[in-house]
Structure formats: C-alpha cells, structure tokens
C-alpha cells in the first residue's frame, strides 16, 4: 500500500492549488481518503474526507466552498482542488487512507492504517 503526495508549492492569496493523492495497492472504492494538513506548532487538522463508496465528501468548515474534491480514477487516486487560498491554508498535506469506505470518525488519528510522506504548502501575501 502506497499513498504519494504531490502539487504543493508556494501561491499568492487567492490563487489556486491543486493536490494530488496517487494511491497503489487498493482502490477507492475499498477504502476513503483523508487529507490532513500539519502547522508547526499546531495540532493537525482534518481538512477533508472523500468516501467513493458512500459517494459523498466531508470539509473542515475552515475550506468549505474553497475546496473540493477532484476525482482522478477509482485506481490511481483523488485530487484536492484549492480557491481561494489564504495565509492560514499554509501547511503540510497528508493524504491519508481511512480503515473504511466511508468517512468514519475521520477526523482522528487512529482511525487512519497508512498515508504519504506530505506536500508542502505555502500561501503568502
């Protein structure tokens, strides 16, 4: 089982970033996705959760209507799409895979088996 991270970088206020989330040995039917996000200092945050199975998404109320899901295929993974992004969006995503197929208690640690190594994200005035 592999999870790889990938599209980070460093954005202006308000523009766009796209992460990807390539996945390898499961499919997102079989399992949900969560993606997380790590700030110095700061407890790590839930930002969102994307079941295929349940066919339904979750959103930290933070990135509600700035974020969505972008759906790459059911075998090689998912995409988060960032608006709108702001200065406290910066941190390091995780992409990471739930016990479940749908998004259950997604919003704590131990209810996650594997993720990626992280992309970093950085959002500057």
């Known amino acids: 089982v592999q999870l790889v991270e990938s599209g980070g970088g460093s954005v202006q206020t308000g523009k766009s970033l796209r992460l990807s989330c390539r996945i390898s040995?499961?499919?997102?039917?079989?399992?949900?996705i969560g993606w997380f996000r790590q700030v110095p200092g700061k407890e790590r945050e839930a930002v969102s959760c994307?079941?295929?199975?349940?066919?339904?998404?979750f959103y930290h109320v933070s990135v509600e209507g700035r974020f969505t899901r972008a759906f790459a295929s059911a075998a090689t993974g998912v995409y988060l799409q960032m608006n709108r992004l702001n200065v406290l969006d910066t941190g390091v995503y995780y992409c990471?895979?739930?016990?479940?197929?749908?998004?259950?208690?997604?919003?704590?640690?131990?209810?996650?088996?594997?993720w990626g190594q992280g992309t970093q994200v950085n959002v500057f005035v």
């Open positions: 990471e895979r739930l016990k479940y197929d749908r998004c259950y208690n997604y919003g704590a640690d131990y209810e996650y088996d594997f």
């Open positions: 994307f079941s295929t199975a349940g066919q339904n998404s």
């Open positions: 040995g499961f499919t997102l039917e079989q399992h949900a």
